[in-house]
């Protein structure tokens, strides 16, 4: 199969405020009232964990059907820690980003644990958006 190009185009709002669009899905990204936002929607990096979240749930339930897994019900938590200084511009100190990651399954199944920790890493393997935060990505910025 050849690439997909994947598309987002978003008119600030406000300050804080963007209304992004793909394909016909219309996203408001803003910030909570503590950063200066209206808490119109989650913030872009409350938005990278439920996009990290929702890649593993689509794939979980693939490979799961591959391996002959039976889910009853999955429950996905992705908490992540960011030391907010460099984005407000007070310390450089720290990067800008999440400093950690933390991915958590909870399946219901009576598959075995040792055919669910291949699962797992299969998942991890396969899911893009966990490959994009594992390795990196070149991101080019221009303006126009």
Partial sequence: ??????????????????????????????????????????NPIEYLLASFAGCVNVMAHLIAKEMGIKLEKLTI???GNINPDRFLGTSMAE??????ISMKLEPVTDAPAELLEKWVNEIKKRCPVNDNLSNPTPVNFCLS
């Fill in 95 to 100: 990067r800008a980003g999440y400093k950690d």
């Fill in 77 to 79: 938590k992705v908490d």
């Fill in 1 to 42: 199969m050849s690439d997909l190009t994947i598309s987002v185009q978003g008119k600030a709002e406000s300050q804080t405020r963007l209304k992004a669009q793909t394909r016909q899905f219309s996203i408001i990204v803003d910030q909570p009232p503590a950063l200066g936002g209206d808490d119109m929607g989650a």
